[in-house]
């Protein structure tokens, strides 16, 4: 009986053993290119100020893409809304059209 708890503890053991591998593993080849960077540098240049500002440009850089991409979302927007109000307006149903588009538009920016 006690060499089958030895045994079930070596298998456990194992077992965490190869989870622990095979998690670090994982960890070196998937981890970002800008964490493995950091990593090859020399400790002197990390403490230079020169190093730092190139962390907060990398740092800033996302945020900079987010911006231009909701810029380009909203130029996107404006000329839907005018080809919107162009189709309105081409329809029949009187004069009022232009403030049909415009209700139309209203209702679905407030949602």
Do not use: Y
């Not at 060499?3 to 998937?30: D, E, Y």
């Not at 987010?66 to 919107?84: G, I, P, R, S, T």
């Not at 049909?100 to 209702?107: L, N, P, S, V």
């Amino acid at each position: 009986m006690a060499v089958r708890i030895v045994g079930v503890l070596i298998m456990v053991v194992g077992v965490g053993l190869f989870g622990v591998l095979t998690g670090f593993l994982a960890n070196v080849f998937l981890a970002p290119a800008s964490e493995k960077s950091d990593d090859n540098a020399t400790p002197a240049a990390k403490t230079e100020p020169s190093a730092n500002t190139d962390q907060e440009d990398v740092a800033l850089s996302p945020e900079i893409g987010l911006v231009a991409k909701l810029d380009q979302l909203q130029a996107e927007m404006a000329e839907l809304k005018a080809l919107l109000q162009r189709q309105v307006a081409n329809q029949p149903g009187g004069s009022n059209s232009e403030t049909q588009a415009d209700k139309h538009i209203d209702d679905h920016s407030s949602s």
